[in-house]
């Protein structure tokens, strides 16, 4: 039977990072999915059947427990939709969090049943993968709640901040380092529920000075964190295949973090000390206003793009807050028909989470080679006529390349300002999340269409197909 678990642990990590390949491209992430769950399958059955972990009598509550959970889960996914994504997944993250604080506390209390001492007397080893493993787990836990909060907007997404936060997020850590120094040489249940609190209170006040504009980064940073408070209990529990996937999880988080960050031209420390749209954004908030814009209709939209040759797509939140991917997708259709080509450029950093334009698109079956990264089309909106920018702001703002005093400054941006014209869809000339004015606005060849997204792409559809006034 420990043979048979080893060889079932193999595979299941071998479909663990099939999956992680597998959603690195939209063409493959379905078959990333299935290899995903195929793997924690035969992890979670390996496990109750294979290992001796569980006795009988366990699974009288075993069972029921994964039954509830399934169903929850299953009906969790059913109904979401795809705009409360990166919400979802910061309040899954938070689940990741509190289960390691839950199996780094039955370790604790009866280290018999682990195998890694007896209750007062647990070998410092085991302390201290346990205390790592509970504190990543609550700083995972807390942060990633005010995480779901501001995403879901239930708190404010601006960055909330006050005198001495750092001095005081600092001496925190430094007191979690001294409770964990005392929990290793006193096996002490006080000094394991202090690390436990503090660590709660610390990701609380980790997560509360980041503004919504980093959210993304927040997003991939959570689910590094969450990875690592997996490991650490792998440790414990001497479960080879939870430190694998939490190792797994742990550094494509971190890297995916990285990738963010690199997209936004800012290092991760400066995220976590604090995200856009505080003080300083609003201090340098862009033009004056006595700047004038120019705004048009659907018709005007659809009359340019029809005559044009190509088209860059450049989708936002506001396009996922409005649910106008469907009427995006059937817009792009008709200019297709009119030998218009028609292409998408998203940026890292777009909507609330990595990859959140690139599942939406998805929904409405965009074509997935219409689909490119800033890297790989940024040089093409120079030879496009015309820039359709639905619900993109901070992303598409020029003043990242051109106002050094600007908080955005130096974050590379989708080049939308190069093509012969400018179709900008908002409600309004409200600044984006990260509280800095859009230069684009201003410029000769923007168009603004103010308006709902959806609403306006469906207003250009029936203006291309005939049905305009």
Not at 56 to 84: D, E, L, Q, R
């Amino acid at each position: 039977m420990e043979t048979f678990a080893a060889f079932a642990y193999l595979v299941a990590s071998v479909c663990f990072i099939l999956a992680l390949r597998g959603l690195s491209s939209p063409e493959t992430a379905r078959a990333g999915n299935t290899y995903g769950m195929v793997g924690m399958a035969i992890a979670v059955g390996t496990t109750l059947w294979f290992t001796g972990a569980v006795s009988g009598s366990s699974y009288w509550w075993i069972v029921p427990a994964i039954a509830i959970g399934g169903f929850i889960g299953y009906t969790i996914a059913k109904k979401i939709v795809m705009t409360a994504l990166p919400q979802l997944v910061a309040a899954f993250h938070s689940l990741v969090g509190l289960a390691a604080v839950f199996v780094a506390a039955a370790a604790f209390y009866a280290p018999e049943a682990y195998g890694i001492g007896v209750r007062g007397d647990i070998a410092i080893g085991s302390l201290i993968e346990m205390s790592i493993g509970v504190a990543v787990g609550a700083i995972t836990f807390s942060g990633s709640i005010i995480a779901f909060l501001k995403l879901q907007g239930l708190m404010s997404g601006k960055p909330i901040v006050f005198a001495m936060q750092h001095p005081l997020n600092a001496a925190l850590g430094i007191l979690l380092v001294i409770l964990i120094i005392w929990l290793c040489g006193s096996n002490s249940g006080v000094a394991f529920w202090m690390i436990t609190f503090l660590a709660l209170a610390l990701g609380f006040l980790l997560i509360i000075p980041i503004g919504g504009a980093d959210m993304p980064v927040v997003i991939s940073m959570l689910n590094s964190y969450s990875g690592w408070a997996a490991a650490g209990i792998g440790f414990t529990l001497q479960n080879n295949l939870l430190i694998i996937v939490g190792a797994l999880v742990g550094s494509s988080g971190a890297i995916l973090s990285y990738i963010m960050c690199k997209g936004m031209n800012r290092s991760f420390f400066s995220v976590i000390l604090g995200g856009f749209g505080g003080e300083t954004a609003a201090a340098a908030a862009g033009p004056g206003g006595d700047r004038t814009v120019k705004s048009g209709s659907a018709e005007d939209a659809a009359f340019i793009m029809k005559n044009a040759a190509s088209v860059i797509v450049v989708p936002g939140y506001g396009m996922a807050v409005a649910q106008a991917q469907h009427a995006l997708r059937e817009m792009a259709d008709l200019l297709k028909a009119e030998g218009v080509k028609v292409t998408y450029a998203i940026h890292p950093v777009a909507g609330r989470m990595p990859g959140h334009m690139n599942v939406l698109l998805a929904e409405a079956n965009v074509p997935y080679d219409e689909v490119f990264e800033l890297d790989e089309i940024n040089r093409d909106f120079a030879q496009a006529d015309v820039a359709y920018v639905i619900g993109a702001n901070d992303v598409t703002n020029p003043a990242a390349k051109t106002d050094p005093a600007s908080p955005i400054y130096g974050m590379p941006i989708l080049d939308v300002e190069r093509a012969k014209t400018v179709l900008f869809i908002k409600r309004s000339m409200a600044s984006g999340y990260a509280g800095v004015d859009n230069e684009l606005f201003f410029r000769p060849n923007t168009m603004m269409l103010f308006g709902d997204a959806k609403k306006m792409t469906e207003e250009i559809v029936k203006a291309l197909s005939g049905g305009g006034h």
